[in-house]
């Protein structure tokens, strides 16, 4: 796929980018060597190879996940104005 120089005006003019005919020529040439690349790397079998998370395998040293804080759910909600089931009630604002 290759653009035109009129398709790059139009994107240019539906972004409300102002470019001149230099700068649309220039944007045109670094778009279509993207579509280029894109088109190798689509043309790259790759039935059977696993899908990665990142390129290299890391593994990232995870902290043990364990309760910090002392539960205060009943003291916070005994200042609030207005709860029921341990949920907080606040007035409706949109009708």
């Not at 220039?26 to 390129?55: C, W, Y």
Request: net charge negative.
């Amino acid at each position: 796929m290759s653009l035109t120089l009129e398709q790059v005006q139009r994107i240019a003019h539906l972004a409300r980018i102002e470019i001149s005919e230099a700068e649309a020529l220039t944007t045109r040439s670094h778009l279509n060597g993207i579509f280029e690349l894109i088109e190798q790397m689509q043309a790259v079998d790759t039935k059977g190879i696993e899908p990665m998370a990142h390129a290299q395998e890391l593994s990232q040293r995870l902290r043990q996940d364990v309760v910090s804080e002392p539960d205060r759910r009943t003291a916070f909600q005994a200042i609030a104005p207005e709860t029921e089931a341990g949920l907080y009630l606040v007035p409706k604002v949109i009708e």
